[in-house]
């Protein structure tokens, strides 16, 4: 056992429409924790990334989802660790856990009621690497799934665009989509890269560069009867531009606005919400750990659709704690592709 | 019977950001018309005005709802009419009937198939004055009750923000929540008489009067839980100041967004649309003629509610069909109170 625990901290909180990235964090080595009765010590052996992470240190507070993470205190992350010393009877060493770690090498858990988001979930029968744990099967896949098929109500034979494709969330979306039968999935993304990624790899009908074409020009060739369901990560623009080409009765499926929290200025609001009233539509945003108590019947689910080869891994691992500010920016920057996780230890 | 059917035909169509007024109308007296085999001639008796009729001669034109009407031919509008010559087997003279009559004193009807919304609707054991039958239980009140308690899912013991809520479908919600069971009413409107009247005759909770007092300070200060659905007529600033005061799963119903309508100018969108995802809340629009097929079992429900003195008649009836344009400009301005029609013939 090493003698230190490498932590990032946070060292400042992010401005409106700021880039969030190294600069916000601390690198610090603390004393190794011991565990007191009833806590277990486990180690981090590979860590997620999520845009809302960008809002526990932001200076535009929400107080209305997790608690703020202070400065000076370790920066929250989930992540797969193993636990190393226990010292409550249901916890044995080498078990794998799924939890609320920290951006940091160990940390000191106690059991949780099982609704807490805090809990300790055990991890059995894991899929290999264990960032699939974290990605498909993890956040970004529980958001797809609760997002795509509660909150959208998407059907097998319906019709779905999802922007942010190529992003974490995005990607399984668009691949639960084909999976449930979809009449057609569309991407927007911003690369050509990307948009050959999301149709040659992930199975989805077509994908829009809005960085290079008329997304609602392209929309209306692609899907001239409208969306079903719009999944929408991104706001702005494109959510605008997206609720101009709904189908009757849709459904619109606010899961964030990463434009918005790069962009910073002020927020605007879609023009075009008067489309829900001649299309019968609804926009509706949810939080996905409302589902908490749901994820072990969603990752039976997932993990058979990825065992099956149906669903794909879009894992981006970046290999080191040192590396989890920037794998955080990427999220922001478009520099990633897929769903973004760091390894701090190797797999068990 | 006399010989001309006097008539407001379409003069010119309304520009974007144009109040509709008389001069947008042309009166005309026409022969009167003469029933072939399979039709009947109705005398109109009275006429409903609706904010919707705006769009049908309205330069921006809205393709995805009712037909336009052409420059030239009769105003569209609903009334209640009463058959006085009939070449059809199963309509006799003395006959009510709800329908698509026209700003006009007779027209020619068929029977159309019941789902049609052009179809006539017999009105047996009428509430008199017959403009009861055309406000609280006509379209107003069919909006009122399908957008509340359908598309808001409005339930008893939850609150209720309703704008424009002096107007004709405001003023009917907010009596329909309070009659079942709202913890809440709290209405918006544009002047101290009309908040007086929503809270002294209606049995409003409270009202806001947005012109002079601070919009979002009252509704913190009413009701610091939020509201549990939000029933929008206005759209525009007072549209976004709800949305930052949702209660948990709020609903917000999108019926209209008169306050665009008469301002012109671009139309903005909701710039607190992002509420929706810390609130897990939902925006939805929808159209009354979509329960066209429910009408009969909401109007018993609120035919009973108004016979027993829970649901008041808000009506505004001006007399004259020679009154159509300034009934339906009235609607613009904020001149009415409650719903507006207008008498065209005695009641028989």
Redesign the interface.
Known sequence: MPEVNRQWRVARLVEPGELIGPEHFAWHEAPLPEPADGEVLVRTLCLSTSPAQRGYVSLNR?R??LPDVAVGAVMRGRGIGVVVASRHPDFAPGELYDASLGWQDYSIQRPRAPESIFSLRRVTDPVRPLTTELGVLGNAGMTAYFGLLEVGQFRGGESLLVSAAAGGVGSVAGQLARIRGASQVIGIAGSDDKCRWLVEELGFSAAVNYRTEDLGTRLAELAPRGFDVFFDNV?GRIL?TGLAHLAMRARVV????IS?DYAGG??????????????????????VF?YWKRYPEAQRVLKQWYRDGQLRDCGHVLEGLERMPLALQGLFTGANRGITACRVAPDP
């Not at 002020?266 to 939080?287: D, H, M």
């Open positions: 929400n209305q989802l706001g605008d606010v899961c964030g606005w918005v002020a927020a605007t609001g879609p023009a075009n919400y008067r489309q829900l009233l001649y299309k019968r539509a609804r926009i509706e945003g949810f939080v409302d």
